[in-house]
């Protein structure tokens, strides 16, 4: 039985959390998403109120039906007796979306998926950290730092003496991928300073993206396939400071008139390859030169009458036979997803050697 796979987005009060998850939903493509939140109203969405769905800890008001087809859970008692309300239903989501709040550490969340109530059947897709990019910049980690404080004063769970800055070191440290929200704020100077700090301070292989509005393709959203339950390796907190305990995110994003221009999609198209391997090689090299985010697509193995599929997150490339061409032409085809500023040419110049 296949995994449904969950991402984890984490980052302090204001960073543009709930805006990120708000334009996934908006655009996620008849994908069923099911939210786990605290506060349902935050994300400023109407769904119609499904029938209880006959568990204590997940009552009529917690689950809404969206017009995309996402299910919302609110975390009303505990994490695993949600999961396990949601996992329950006969209308299984494709792929779990849980907010945390802006001062709850990821780590325990994460750590949580290894219960076996609910280990054998989801997984960690990715943890996602968002930085209000201008705040961080000035050394300020939340743009409104009262908010984050009187948040935590009234949270009897939090640590209130834990600086800020170790809170958001284990946000990082925690991350798969970290999203530098609100870099239309920034001048490009600061953007690239801010994302090459970022990048030495994350674990190896971490992507770090840059957003306005929190404005990222959901392909490049979902899908990371990090299982991160199962490699906590270097994700520890630096100090065990308080319980993963929820609040809400209340985010007032500046404007929303943003659109996928920070990203473009391309396509790559060559005949056959010799040997797999050594393509898988080849196309891990140009992700690193070019700072590919997501590369996917099939290839045609020479003698080989299966059509090879292959999918790359960063320059972690996983290929698989998944069938035959039959009459369809024998033809390697590969998409290509990045920031903005792609060198097309070059990338398929490499891709083509």
Avoid at 54 to 74: A, K, P, Q, R, Y
Avoid at 135 to 142: I, K, L, N, T
Avoid at 149 to 173: C, G, I, K, M, Y
Wanted: hydrophobic share 40%; charged share 25%.
């Amino acid at each position: 039985m296949q995994k449904i796979p969950a991402t984890v987005v984490t980052g302090f009060l204001g960073a543009g959390k709930t805006t990120l998850i708000r334009h996934m939903l908006d655009n996620a493509n008849g994908r069923r998403i099911a939210l786990i939140i605290n506060e349902f109203g935050d994300l400023g969405v109407d769904g119609d109120i499904l029938k209880g769905c006959g568990d204590e800890t997940c009552s009529e008001d917690d689950i809404f039906e969206l017009s995309n087809g996402c299910i919302c859970c609110t975390v009303a008692e505990d994490f695993i007796p949600t999961m396990e309300a949601l996992l329950a239903r006969p209308d299984a989501p494709d792929h779990i979306v849980i907010e945390t709040s802006g001062l709850a550490l990821p780590q325990p969340l994460v750590r949580a998926f290894q219960w076996p109530q609910i280990a054998t059947r989801v997984t960690v897709d990715g943890v996602v950290t968002v930085v209000d990019g201008k705040a961080v910049s000035e050394g300020r980690f939340a743009a409104n730092l009262a908010a984050v404080d009187a948040q935590r004063r009234a949270d009897d769970n939090l640590d209130h003496e834990t600086p800020l800055s170790e809170l958001f070191a284990d946000q990082v440290n925690a991350a798969d991928m970290i999203v530098v929200n609100k870099t239309d704020l920034l001048d490009e100077g600061e953007a690239d300073a801010l994302v090459a700090r970022l990048s030495g301070e994350a674990r190896a292989g971490v992507q770090v993206v840059r957003t306005a509005m929190g404005v990222l393709p959901i392909e490049v959203m979902l899908g990371q396939g990090a299982a991160a339950e199962a490699n906590m390796d270097g994700r520890d907190e630096l100090h065990h400071h308080h319980h993963d305990d929820d609040d809400h995110d209340d985010d007032h994003d500046h404007h929303h008139d943003h659109d996928h221009d920070d990203f473009e999609t391309f396509v790559v198209e060559r005949g056959e390859i010799a040997d797999p391997a050594t393509f898988a090689e080849q196309v891990a090299g140009v992700i690193r030169q070019h700072d590919i985010l997501r590369l996917k697509g099939f290839a045609a193995v020479a003698g080989k009458p299966m059509r090879l599929t292959l999918q790359a997150v960063g320059p972690r490339v996983d290929t698989y036979y998944d069938q035959p061409f039959g009459t369809a032409p024998r033809a390697t085809r590969l998409v290509v997803i990045g920031q903005a500023g792609l060198d097309h040419a070059a990338i398929a110049a490499a891709l083509s050697a």
